[in-house]
């Protein structure tokens, strides 16, 4: 069984430009959600997916959006990038509906740098 | 509203110590409640969670931790603490579509 994966490790941007992060689930698991971890802090939510529709958002602006494929792989893409978006992006995983039982796995993250 | 509180960013014991890491919450029944740990460059690999079956719950690698609701707090301990704990500690609640992190406790072993 695989884990939950996330390419690419790290990220380089400038202001302005756009970026598209990755995710793959856990193998049987249709539900991703997607976090900011800025340096020295939490993880903050930003939203989640299941069975490819949003089922809950954070308090992250519209540039910030997702998808989910039917093979329950994600995307997280963020526009205009600005600096205080530089942080580690975390994908995590969980199995069937999202409950609040339910233990969310982790990717590794991507790192993304904005300068 | 849910919210987690980890008392102390920052707790330094020696190797052999008893670990406390603190968390209380902030939460409307039930209160799922998790701990993760975080080394370095890594994603959040889970400890344990409390789910309301016991109010001790045991982990991975000694650690446990107790739910006490009239505390409203969920502390993490571990009996004795070896140099390979050292690490960021996070304590969630999970309302059901998100996780609400507290905001981490770095633990450092001292030899």
């Known amino acids: 069984e695989t884990g939950v994966t996330q390419s690419p490790t790290h990220l380089i941007k400038t202001r302005g430009q756009q970026v598209t992060l990755r995710c793959s689930s856990q193998?049987?698991?249709?539900?991703v959600s997607w976090y900011q971890q800025a340096l020295g802090q939490g993880p903050q939510f930003i939203f989640q997916y299941y069975r490819e529709e949003e089922n809950g958002r954070g308090n992250f602006p519209p540039r910030f959006s997702g998808l989910q494929f039917p093979n329950y792989s994600s995307e997280l893409n963020v526009n205009a990038l600005e600096l205080d978006d530089s942080a580690l992006y975390l994908c995590?995983?969980?199995?069937?509906?999202?409950?609040?039982?339910?233990?969310?796995?982790f990717g590794p993250g991507t790192r993304l740098l904005v300068l | 509203a849910q919210s987690v509180t980890q008392l102390g960013s920052h707790v330094s014991v020696s190797e052999g110590a008893l670990v406390l890491l603190r968390c209380n919450y902030s939460?409307?029944?039930?209160?799922?409640l998790f701990w993760y740990v975080q080394y370095p460059n890594q994603g959040l690999q889970l400890l344990l969670k409390?789910?309301?079956?016991?109010?001790l719950v045991k982990g991975i690698n000694g650690f446990e931790a107790e739910f006490k609701k009239s505390e409203t707090s969920f502390h993490l301990t571990k009996p004795s603490a070896h140099m390979s704990d050292a690490a960021e500690y996070f304590c969630a609640v999970n309302t059901g579509n998100q996780f609400y992190f507290g905001t981490g406790t770095s633990l450092t072993v001292i030899p």
């Open positions: 995590a995983s969980s199995l069937d509906r999202p409950g609040y039982q339910e233990t969310q796995y």
């Open positions: 939460s409307s029944v039930p209160p799922y």
């Open positions: 409390y789910t309301s079956a016991a109010t």
């Open positions: 193998s049987g698991h249709n539900t």
